[in-house]
């Protein structure tokens, strides 16, 4: 393969093709020939069946060295629409996208995962199918679906695997349900690689590895390496919430276990040892973060200490570069990222902690939003799809 990407010179496929138009290698028919070293007639084949599924348009003349100008190539980002979801323990970000990440349409409404698979996927199929009707005529064209969902899921089947919050969801097939209504792929992740795959692809791009921590109802870790979310063997990589803590050998977690860090740390819990303050929800713990109630500034520092005891393991097993911490408790302000930090440099080695930055979410609320739809773009756009889609034109 060479620096552009092509497996050899003169063998460039539509989707080679594609991609170098994508990413402005490319602009016209000229370019193509010096960078592929395909003939006139090849680039002219593989440009026709680009155009012809409207993955490709010609723009302005560009400014030719003499002769005859060249149309410039442009790679046709509203040649199609993807659909995502970020749904969370209570609440769900639907939107539709175009295969430049531009939002065509979104939404945020309130939805309990724990109502089961089915009440809460018909209502997913529902909202899609009233966001495109706002679209119009470009709505027909769906390509492909994105969903993240509060649990472990396994990657290569998308199906969530015992997820602690979501009664009866345990081996549901999402894809094969979804696509009863959309029959196009459908990708499912745990939401918060969604998270970790959004906010290191805009706000760092050049940062590797990064880890994401959401602190909401419960509390997990994305991983990212080299721009890719880190799945391990079977997607259950960055499962901290369930990772056993010190001194509450008696707290029990609704997953079964004793002394998890979710149990102790994340919002139930926070809510649960609020309650008598009038505390009902995560947000009810960051209005009294924010208005300085004492017994919640504590409470929130309190579990920021006991998140940093975990990543100071993180830190030590996977040197990341960035840890960013999202997901609704984490609007408290400093104090949620004070405790984190405070524990993570008592107990990490100073090698691992020299350049580590311990920050709050760039992208807030709309980091899972983005990173379903970065992912289900990139699945749509990757070689093998192109190439299917193109009819696997040589």
Not at 2 to 15: E, F, I, K, L, Y
Not at 102 to 129: C, H, K, M, Q, Y
Not at 340 to 367: F, H, K, Q, W
């Amino acid at each position: 393969m060479n620096a552009n990407g092509v497996d050899r010179v003169g063998s460039a496929t539509p989707a080679d093709v594609l991609r170098l138009i994508r990413t402005g290698h490319a602009r016209t028919r000229g370019d193509l020939q010096r960078l592929t070293g395909m003939a006139r007639s090849t680039v002219a084949q593989r440009i026709d069946a680009l155009t012809e599924h409207g993955l490709v348009v010609t723009g302005q003349d560009s400014v030719s060295s003499g002769g005859r100008p060249s149309s410039t190539l442009l790679f046709n980002h509203r040649a199609g629409l993807v659909l995502t979801a970020d749904c969370g323990a209570t609440h769900t970000r639907t939107a539709v996208f175009d295969l430049g990440l531009n939002v065509v349409a979104e939404e945020v409404s309130d939805l309990n995962i724990a109502d089961g698979p089915v009440a809460v996927l018909d209502w997913l199929a529902a909202r899609f199918t009233e966001l495109l009707m706002t679209v119009g005529d470009e709505g027909q064209r769906v390509l492909a679906i994105g969903i993240g969902l509060p649990g472990p899921v396994e990657h290569a089947t998308g199906k969530p695997v015992a997820p602690p919050i979501m009664p009866g969801w345990d081996g549901f097939d999402v894809p094969r349900y979804l696509q009863q209504t959309f029959p196009v792929p459908v990708l499912v992740d745990n939401d918060v690689n969604l998270m970790a795959l959004g906010e290191a692809a805009i706000a760092y791009p050049h940062v590797s590895p990064l880890a994401f921590v959401k602190v909401g109802t419960g509390i997990g870790c994305g991983i990212i390496t080299g721009g890719r979310v880190f799945h391990g063997a079977h997607g259950a990589a960055g499962d901290i919430g369930h990772i056993r803590v010190t001194d509450h050998h008696d707290v029990v977690c609704w997953c079964g276990n004793v002394g998890c860090l979710e149990a102790v740390a994340g919002g139930k819990a926070l809510v649960a040892n609020l309650r008598e303050s009038g505390a009902r929800t995560n947000g009810d713990v960051v209005d009294r973060v924010l208005a300085g109630d004492a017994a919640a500034v504590r409470a929130v520092r309190n579990a920021g200490r006991e998140i940093g005891g975990v990543l100071a393991g993180l830190v030590s097993t996977i040197n990341p570069a960035v840890i960013v911490l999202g997901g609704q408790i984490a609007d408290a302000g400093q104090y949620l990222l004070a405790g984190v930090r405070e524990t993570i440099y008592a107990r990490s080695l100073p090698l691992g902690t020299r350049d580590l930055e311990v920050t709050r979410s760039r992208l807030a609320d709309r980091a899972g939003i983005t990173g379903a739809a970065m992912m289900t773009t990139e699945h749509v756009l990757a070689a093998d799809s192109i190439d299917a889609l193109l009819g696997a034109v040589r």
